[in-house]
């Protein structure tokens, strides 16, 4: 499979933000009577043009979610397909209970703990930037105030790095 499994979120995205580039053009140049029907221009407040920044930062962190759960279930599978040595042959007893658990136990583990898996395929400076992404997108998530805030990561940044590390992953197999 070599197509990018983060294209059809990125791909959405990028047609939301052309969507939000027309709105602010029309809210700009005063266009907005040939729209009077749009729900952004009923709303008040805020202003229109706040409701259009505010589904810009929107867009933004839900591209960052929709990617990050591609990319954990692809992690997710791939693991788990590198256990499948252990399914050979016909295991019994306690071959087969050891079996049964080491797969249920990856779809159930940490992502961070998956994560450092993969420090044998690629660069450890990299499963720290992907660290880094999903601490973003458990902020985004919870915002738990106790955690504070972590560095913010920009979709083109993410899109970038998910999908070079899902790449490098299926080459490297």
Known sequence: MSANLLDPAWNAYLAIGDCIRIARRTLRNGGITTHSRLDVLLISPPTPEERVSDAADKANDYVIFAMWAEFERFLIEFISSKTD????GTPTGLTADIRDHVYVSIEYSRIDELLDILKTLIDPDVVGQLKQ????RDWLAH???S???PSKTDPKTAYALLSA???QIRSAT
């Open 147 to 149: 955690k504070g805030t």
């Open 133 to 136: 992404i999903k601490q973003y």
């Open 165 to 167: 590390t899902i790449e």
């Open 143 to 145: 915002k738990n105030p």
């Open 85 to 88: 040595c252990i399914k050979t």
